[in-house]
């Protein structure tokens, strides 16, 4: 077969195609999964200050030049924090479930004020608050933040942008991974950043994936894959990401992706396709970005699920069992385990 490549995100994202993302939704929230893609509702995530600074200091690294298409630089001179920022963003909630089909919010402020306010945690009264609200750069950014997330833009700060910038120079630097970050193509390598690939198998179903990094080593014949993560700890990686976010199975993907441009690449023949590696730096810049590799045995769990500390995370290979009966049933309810087993389960059952 041959390899095909998307060339814009916009293209990459309209493939209807199960990725690693999609996988881990399945495997995290079958609800999730079915709403998203199968009834292609598109559900805005709650905001997380780690993953957009995270998606921030990706952009600025890999794409600079799309920095724009991607972020609205807030007029906020101080943008909310805490509390109020947790008000701002429950009414932007409210606001956007009250909207109509034309775009028009149907609910008056007052009432999602009061919502917001029940929602924030704010311990004194709902009048406070809105006094504090009112002709604020709260009240700026609630409204920038209804116009531009529509537009499928992020709003972000003068701070939030000097953070990145900070977090992009420290990888740049650092001795840990600068010869990673900093390396560009030559006769000597092949660098590919958000590399998409689509159309390769794992037990029979159809994926695509976009690697932040491909390095292809045409003197060692080796085509290395790194995926950039920022997070709150970087030194507990394995347990606060690599566990709870299953990225394990984005290792996986991103492994086989590898071995499919290979197979559909002339060029690449006998090359070495290595295990991926994740490059993780600190959402506040403090701690030293850090390199996690995974060894052979690492991807074989990844495959078929493993234990860890008394729980069991599952492998690709029983989620995407689960996920193609699901399909092929059109059942998003229940496991296939459950539902095999009449729907009486040990106690232990998934433990």
């Known amino acids: 077969m041959e390899q095909k490549v998307i060339k814009t995100e916009a ?3 309209a493939v209807q195609m199960d ?12 609800k999730k999964y079915y ?20 998606h921030m200091v990706e952009t ?27 008000f701002v963003e429950a009414l932007y909630e409210e606001a956007k479930d009250a909207m109509n089909d034309d775009g028009e919010v149907t609910a008056s402020f007052e009432a999602m004020s009061i919502e917001a306010h029940k929602k924030s945690g704010f311990k004194i009264t709902y009048d406070a608050v809105i006094k504090k609200f009112a002709e604020s750069d709260a009240q700026i950014y609630f409204e920038e933040i209804c116009t531009v997330r529509s537009n499928n833009l992020t709003v972000v700060t003068t ?20 010869n990673i970050v900093n390396k560009i193509s030559s006769d000597k390598f092949s660098v590919l950043d958000q590399h998409q690939v689509e159309g390769y198998t794992i037990d029979g179903h159809l994926f695509k ?26 030194e507990d990686f394995f347990t606060g ?38 490059i993780v730096c600190d959402s506040i810049n403090y701690y030293s970005p850090l390199i996690y590799t995974l060894s052979d045995a690492d991807m ?22 689960d996920l193609k009966w699901a399909i092929k049933n059109d059942t998003w309810n229940i496991s296939k385990t459950a539902s095999e087993a009449g729907g009486i389960i040990n106690i232990k059952y998934g433990s």
């Open 35 to 54: 709403k998203k893609y199968i009834q292609n509702e598109k559900p805005e995530e709650k905001f997380n200050q780690a993953i957009m600074i995270g």
């Open 300 to 321: 074989v769990e990844a495959y078929l699920g493993f234990d860890y500390k008394g729980k069991y995370y599952p492998g690709v290979k029983n989620i995407l069992e």
């Open 60 to 86: 600025l690294l890999l794409e600079p030049h799309r920095f724009d298409e991607k972020f609205y630089l807030s007029a906020c001179a101080n943008p909310p924090t805490g509390l109020m920022l947790a």
């Open 11 to 13: 293209g990459y994202r």
């Open 159 to 178: 701070n939030d942008v000097t953070n990145a910038q900070k977090i992009v120079d420290e990888l740049q630097e650092n001795p840990i991974t600068k």
């Open 241 to 278: 990401y690599y566990l709870y976010r299953r990225a394990y199975i984005q290792a996986y993907l991103y492994k086989i992706a590898a071995v499919f441009m290979r197979e559909n690449d002339p060029a690449l023949f006998g090359y070495i396709v290595k295990n991926t590696k994740f």
């Open 19 to 30: 990725s690693s993302s999609s996988l881990k939704d399945f495997s995290l929230d079958r």
């Open 209 to 234: 994936s976009m690697m932040d990094r491909v390095i292809i080593d045409h003197t060692a014949k080796t085509i290395q894959v790194y995926d950039l993560k920022c997070t709150w700890s970087v």
